[in-house]
C-alpha cells in the first residue's frame, strides 16, 4: 500500500508546522498539503483527494463543522478533528462525531508544539485508523513508548484460578475506540430501562467522556453517566470510563462498582478496554458478558480471551458494522470470541443475559 496522503486545515501557522512534522516523520503518512481555512482546503481537494484530513473546529470564513458536513455530504472523506482541550469545545466535538468525524486530536491553548510532539505516536495511529475507516453515511526513526499490558494496573491471574460462582448479578463490560462513539448510541439507545449494568471504555480524551456520557443519557430509556471512583454498577445503568483514566470492575459481596485509577498507559491507551476485561474476570468470571467493538489497534483482545477463560460470554463486533475492523479482528484470531455478531444484534444479547 502506498503513504497515507494527510491535508492538514488549521487557522494556526504553528499548528500546521507542528501537525506536518510530526506525521511527516512517519515513513507510512505524507502531506499533501496545508490551508488555513475551509476555502483554501477545498482548492486543493478540487486537486487532490487526501486519504485523511485533519480539521480545526474554530477557523475563519466557516467553522470546521460546517466543513465537516459539507465533506461527508458531497464527497466523504475521514476526518481527524483538532481542538482544544475545553469543556465547551467537548460539545462542540460531539457534534463533530456525530456529523462524521471518525478521531479528535486535542491540542492545549499553549505550548501546542511541544504537546504534538509528545503525543505523535498517538496523533499517527489516530490518521492510520481514519485511513482504515469504512465511511458509511450516517520509516524514519520515530521513538515509539513500550507498549505496556494489563499487569502494570492489575497482576495476571494466577495459575489454576477459578472463576467465580455464577450469581443472579450480571454485569456487561463495553470495549471500543475508532467509530465506536456512533456504534455506541446504536446499542445504548435499544436497551431497556432495566438492562443489566453496563461499564464502557471507548476511547477518548478526558473531559469529553463526560459530554459523551450526557449526550447518551439523553437518548437512552438508561441511565447513563461518566464514572467516578466508588460508583455501583446498577440495572439500567450504564458507567463510561472517563478519559484519561483506567476503571477496573469490583466486587464487595454481591455488589459490584468500579475502581477508577491513575496509572501508566496499557496497550498505549488510558482507559484500557484490558484492564476493564481482566478486571471482570477476576471479580465477575461467568456472570459477565464482555463485548468488544469497532476500533484500531489490539486494546481489549487479550482481556476478552481471560473474561472467556473465566466463563464469561464474550462477543466480537463482525466486520461488515465495524468502522474500524481492528479491535475485533484481533480478538477473534486469538479465539477470544464466542460469537462475532452485526451492530445491530448487540443490545439484543445484553438484554438476553439475565436469561443466561
Not at 484460578?161 to 450469581?167: C, D, L, N, P, V
Not at 455501583?232 to 466486587?251: D, E, F, M, S, Y
Not at 484470531?333 to 464466542?338: F, R, T, V, Y
Given at each position: 500500500?502506498?503513504?497515507?496522503?494527510?491535508?492538514?486545515?488549521?487557522?494556526?501557522?504553528?499548528?500546521?508546522?507542528?501537525?506536518?512534522?510530526?506525521?511527516?516523520?512517519?515513513?507510512?503518512?505524507?502531506?499533501?498539503?496545508?490551508?488555513?481555512?475551509?476555502?483554501?482546503?477545498?482548492?486543493?481537494?478540487?486537486?487532490?483527494?487526501?486519504?485523511?484530513?485533519?480539521?480545526?473546529?474554530?477557523?475563519?470564513?466557516?467553522?470546521?463543522?460546517?466543513?465537516?458536513?459539507?465533506?461527508?455530504?458531497?464527497?466523504?472523506?475521514?476526518?481527524?478533528?483538532?481542538?482544544?482541550?475545553?469543556?465547551?469545545?467537548?460539545?462542540?466535538?460531539?457534534?463533530?462525531?456525530?456529523?462524521?468525524?471518525?478521531?479528535?486530536?486535542?491540542?492545549?491553548?499553549?505550548?501546542?508544539?511541544?504537546?504534538?510532539e509528545d503525543s505523535a505516536v498517538n496523533i499517527r495511529e489516530s490518521i492510520k485508523a481514519a485511513a482504515a475507516a469504512q465511511l458509511r453515511k450516517l520509516p524514519a526513526r520515530m521513538t515509539v513508548a513500550k507498549k505496556l499490558?494489563?499487569?502494570?494496573?492489575?497482576?495476571?491471574?494466577?495459575?489454576?484460578?477459578?472463576?467465580?460462582?455464577?450469581?443472579?448479578?450480571?454485569?456487561?463490560?463495553?470495549?471500543?475506540?475508532?467509530?465506536?462513539?456512533?456504534?455506541?448510541?446504536?446499542?445504548?439507545?435499544?436497551?431497556?430501562?432495566?438492562?443489566?449494568?453496563?461499564?464502557?471504555?471507548?476511547?477518548?480524551?478526558?473531559?469529553?467522556?463526560?459530554?459523551?456520557?450526557?449526550?447518551?443519557?439523553?437518548?437512552?430509556?438508561?441511565?447513563?453517566?461518566?464514572?467516578?471512583?466508588?460508583?455501583?454498577?446498577?440495572?439500567?445503568?450504564?458507567?463510561?470510563?472517563?478519559?484519561?483514566?483506567?476503571?477496573?470492575?469490583?466486587?464487595?459481596?454481591?455488589?459490584?462498582?468500579?475502581?477508577?485509577?491513575?496509572?501508566?498507559?496499557?496497550?498505549?491507551?488510558?482507559?484500557?478496554?484490558?484492564?476493564?476485561?481482566?478486571?471482570?474476570?477476576?471479580?465477575?468470571?461467568?456472570?459477565?458478558?464482555?463485548?468488544?467493538?469497532?476500533?484500531?489497534?489490539?486494546?481489549?483482545?487479550?482481556?476478552?480471551?481471560?473474561?472467556?477463560?473465566?466463563?464469561?460470554?464474550?462477543?466480537?463486533?463482525?466486520?461488515?458494522?465495524?468502522?474500524?475492523?481492528?479491535?475485533?479482528?484481533?480478538?477473534?484470531?486469538?479465539?477470544?470470541?464466542?460469537?462475532?455478531?452485526?451492530?445491530?444484534?448487540?443490545?439484543?444479547?445484553?438484554?438476553?443475559?439475565?436469561?443466561?
Open positions: 500500500m502506498g503513504k497515507i496522503r494527510v491535508l492538514i486545515v488549521d487557522d494556526s501557522a504553528s499548528v500546521r508546522q507542528a501537525l506536518n512534522d510530526v506525521l511527516s516523520a512517519d515513513p507510512g503518512i505524507e502531506v499533501i498539503g496545508t490551508a488555513g481555512d475551509p476555502y483554501a482546503a477545498a482548492r486543493i481537494i478540487q486537486n487532490e483527494i487526501p486519504d485523511v484530513i485533519t480539521l480545526d473546529v474554530e477557523m475563519p470564513r466557516m467553522d470546521g463543522i460546517s466543513f465537516l458536513r459539507k465533506i461527508m455530504s458531497q464527497r466523504p472523506i475521514p476526518v481527524v478533528m483538532c481542538s482544544s482541550l475545553t469543556e465547551e469545545g467537548s460539545q462542540t466535538l460531539m457534534q463533530a462525531l456525530e456529523a462524521g468525524a471518525v478521531d479528535i486530536i486535542l491540542k492545549p491553548k499553549m505550548g501546542t508544539r511541544q504537546f504534538l499490558s494489563a499487569d502494570v494496573i492489575m497482576p495476571p491471574p494466577s495459575p489454576g484460578s477459578r472463576a467465580m460462582a455464577r450469581t443472579t448479578e450480571k454485569i456487561v463490560c463495553i470495549g471500543a475506540s475508532t467509530g465506536g462513539t456512533e456504534s455506541l448510541r446504536v446499542v445504548i439507545e435499544a436497551l431497556p430501562a432495566d438492562s443489566p449494568g453496563v461499564v464502557v471504555v471507548q476511547h477518548m480524551p478526558e473531559l469529553f467522556t463526560a459530554s459523551f456520557a450526557k449526550r447518551l443519557d439523553g437518548l437512552s430509556k438508561v441511565t447513563v453517566k461518566e464514572a467516578q471512583d466508588g460508583d455501583p454498577v446498577l440495572r439500567g445503568h450504564v458507567l463510561i470510563a472517563p478519559g484519561n483514566r483506567h476503571t477496573l470492575l469490583q466486587r464487595s459481596g454481591a455488589r459490584y462498582h468500579v475502581s477508577v485509577q491513575d496509572g501508566p498507559l496499557v496497550s498505549r491507551h488510558r482507559p484500557s478496554v484490558d484492564v476493564l476485561f481482566r478486571s471482570a474476570a477476576r471479580f465477575a468470571g461467568s456472570n459477565a458478558l464482555g463485548i468488544i467493538m469497532t476500533g484500531m489497534g489490539d486494546d481489549g483482545a487479550k482481556g476478552l480471551l481471560e473474561m472467556r477463560d473465566a466463563g464469561a460470554a464474550t462477543i466480537a463486533q463482525n466486520e461488515e458494522t465495524c468502522v474500524v475492523f481492528g479491535m475485533p479482528k484481533e480478538a477473534i484470531a486469538l479465539g477470544a470470541a464466542d460469537r462475532i455478531l452485526p451492530l445491530d444484534l448487540l443490545a439484543t444479547e445484553i438484554r438476553r443475559i439475565d436469561s443466561h
